[in-house]
């Protein structure tokens, strides 16, 4: 199917997407497109512009920065799969932008296009939330920093209001962190994945693909290095389909995060 008619303007800088987003408020930011294409293919979403914001330089890259490893938003999964600086400092990362999608998927799509759009079997956002990331936002008028636990609202829902833009992923030095999920056999998106990470004994833990979207498992995090992972999660908190129930996604929450812990702690 053919999408709806929109215009189309590529951004140079931040400062002109900002101005761009501001000055017409039915305009979607194009980053990668591999979310937001389909949807427009299936007339589920029909803005009348694109900002495309894939080519805006002081939107990409992989920097440390204080106690932080900072990335931009229009950083592609490629790009984190194969940073050195993340192979140093954040294993997690690399690793779990290796399972999303297809190469073609992974060449394209970006890192703030997956956590801006939330879709409730994305990888990343559990693994902002067990990372403890903070997710700087942009508009106009200014910038503002939000926890990874202020910003996951809903499924498709964040505290990206209108206006704003996500710029940049913050995330701390320190923790040492495992993701592992079940995957949908065709999309690889996740039936069910579980990041866990360990930061001076402190545990963080969170669910993505089971749910609205993504949660943090604080049976988990309250028993740390003693938990059995056993019904980590009630199963009437989750969301069953044709391809796994309620009660199965349950238990791959537990063999996920048993699996994530024991990597963590190894
Ligand atoms: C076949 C296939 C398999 C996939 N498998 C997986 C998988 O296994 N795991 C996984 O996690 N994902 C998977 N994905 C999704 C993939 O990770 C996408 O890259 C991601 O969902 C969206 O990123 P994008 O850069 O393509 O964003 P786009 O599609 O360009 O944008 C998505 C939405 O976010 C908005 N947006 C984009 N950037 C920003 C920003 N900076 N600030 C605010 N809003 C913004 C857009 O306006 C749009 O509404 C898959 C996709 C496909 C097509």
Known sequence: MYTAEFTYHQASSLSDALAQLASNPDAKLLAGGHSLIPAMKLRLSAPSALIDVSKIPELRGIRLEGESIVIGAMTTHRDVEFSDLLAQHCT???????????????????????????????????????????????????????????????MYSTAVAEGEMLTEIHIPLGARAAYEKFAHPASRYALAGVAVSVNNGTFRAAYTGAGEKATRITKLEIEGVTSTCQRLVNSSSLIGDAFASTEYRAHLIDVMAARALARVIA
């Open 92 to 154: 997690v990362l690399p690793q779990v932008a290796a399972l999303i999608g297809d190469p073609m998927v992974r060449n394209r799509g970006t890192v703030g296009g997956a956590i801006a759009h939330a879709d409730p079997a994305a990888d990343y956002p559990a693994v902002m939330l067990a990372l403890n990331a903070s997710l700087k936002i942009a508009s106009t008028t200014g910038s503002r920093v939000v926890t990874s636990d202020e910003f996951f609202l809903g």
